[in-house]
């Protein structure tokens, strides 16, 4: 294997290893905050929204919230982490 394509592997690698927790971590702050009715004035939470909302969004048009409860967040949640495992079992 050649050097560029084993560095190109090697930052994929790290992008999925960190990146995706770092999303993950983006939603359960965001959901926290929402907890203590910290809505998007704040611009810390306007940025974690707009990091969020691409993963979040698709599901919630087929997952309604149940009463007070948001379920995308939790089907986003285990989907990115599904998509990481089966990412970093792909990679070489």
Same mark, same amino acid.
Do not use: K, N
């Given at each position: 294997?050649?050097? #560029? *394509?084993?560095?190109a592997f090697t930052v994929l690698r790290v992008?999925?290893?960190?990146? /995706?927790?770092?999303?993950?971590?983006? +939603?359960?702050?965001?959901?926290?905050?929402?907890?203590?009715?910290?809505?998007?004035?704040? #611009? *810390?939470?306007?940025?974690?929204?707009?990091?969020?909302?691409?993963?979040?969004?698709? /599901?919630?048009?087929?997952?309604?919230? +149940?009463?007070?409860?948001?379920?995308?967040?939790?089907?986003?949640?285990?989907?990115?982490?599904?998509?990481?495992?089966?990412?970093?079992?792909?990679?070489?």
């Open positions: 294997m050649s050097d #560029a *394509i084993y560095i992008l999925v290893t960190y990146g /995706i927790p770092l999303i993950i971590l983006a +939603m359960l702050v965001r959901a926290i905050a929402s907890w203590f009715r910290i809505d998007e004035r704040y #611009a *810390i939470i306007r940025f974690l929204a707009r990091i969020t909302d691409p993963f979040i969004d698709p /599901i919630r048009r087929f997952v309604p919230p +149940m009463g007070m409860f948001d379920m995308s967040f939790l089907i986003a949640w285990f989907m990115l982490t599904t998509l990481q495992i089966l990412l970093l079992q792909a990679l070489p």
